[in-house]
């Protein structure tokens, strides 16, 4: 099972709503991460969690909070959002943590539409 | 301050013949390179990768050659196919350093049968 999972597909919130996206994977893997990719540009790295504990947050707003509730599920709480946040929301994984050398593997993705 | 980098943002293949899309770095202190693949609306997904001190891997129709010298990389899909028609990241991991994975900007290849 080669498999990271993301829910939901889609996403239309207002920007006073709170709302979660969700990760999950079951290939054993210790690092968890987001990312946040616009349209024609390569995934930004927004968090890196490593054996469950936040390692890297690079620089991303508060109105986006991260959780790992577990080994395997990696959450991304959203609260008032702007509407330049709207993007495709990436969850990957990897068997070790940066600065391993173990590719990732991503997840289908969230697209998030802030309105 | 881009690392990586793909200067073809698109490429049209005829069906059958060779697609080559090519990567360059700027450090040398990359150890590892992976290409990804891209559908729209679907996340990357991880399609051949090489270690530094190779300077060739090939899996199936994948062959991901690397010139070290050069700060250069290219993938090769032979024959190709309509369905080979996405995105390709290149990318580049380091040992050191906390955010290790640097990603190109893309290249849309199109696949014409």
């Known amino acids: 099972d080669t498999e990271v999972t993301q829910t939901p597909k889609h996403l239309v919130m207002g920007m006073t709503n ?32 490593s054996y469950e504990k936040l390692s890297i947050n690079e620089s991303v707003p508060s109105r986006f909070s991260p959780e790992c ?7 991304l709480h959203l609260h008032a959002l702007q509407p330049e946040d709207s993007a495709l929301y990436l969850c990957a994984s ?5 600065p391993s050398l173990y590719e990732q593997y991503f997840g289908p993705g969230t697209r998030l539409t802030v309105t | 301050d881009q690392q990586v980098k793909q200067n073809s943002p698109s490429l049209s293949v005829q069906e059958g013949r060779i697609s ?37 891997n ?14 250069h990389l290219s993938l090769h899909i032979v024959p190709s196919q309509p369905g080979d028609s996405a995105v390709y990241f290149c990318a580049a991991l380091r040992k050191t350093g906390a955010n290790n994975l640097f990603f190109g900007t893309g290249t849309r290849l199109t696949v014409i049968p």
């Not at chain 1, 054993?28 to 790295?45: D, I, N, S, T, V």
């Not at chain 2, 700027?26 to 270690?51: Q, V």
């Open chain 1, 18 to 49: 709170k709302k979660s996206l969700k990760c999950e994977q079951h290939m054993g893997h210790r690092a968890m991460y987001w990312y946040k990719q616009k349209a024609k540009k390569p995934p930004e790295l927004m968090f890196v969690y």
């Open chain 1, 69 to 75: 509730p577990n080994s395997s599920l990696l959450n």
């Open chain 1, 94 to 98: 990897s068997q070790g943590p940066p």
């Open chain 2, 20 to 56: 080559i899309l090519n990567c360059d770095y700027t450090n040398s202190m990359f150890d590892y390179f992976l290409w990804y693949k891209k559908y729209p609306a679907e996340g990357p997904t991880f399609l051949i990768s090489i270690s530094s001190i190779k300077d060739k």
């Open chain 2, 58 to 71: 090939e899996d199936g129709r994948f062959t991901v050659f690397l010139n070290k010298s050069a700060k």
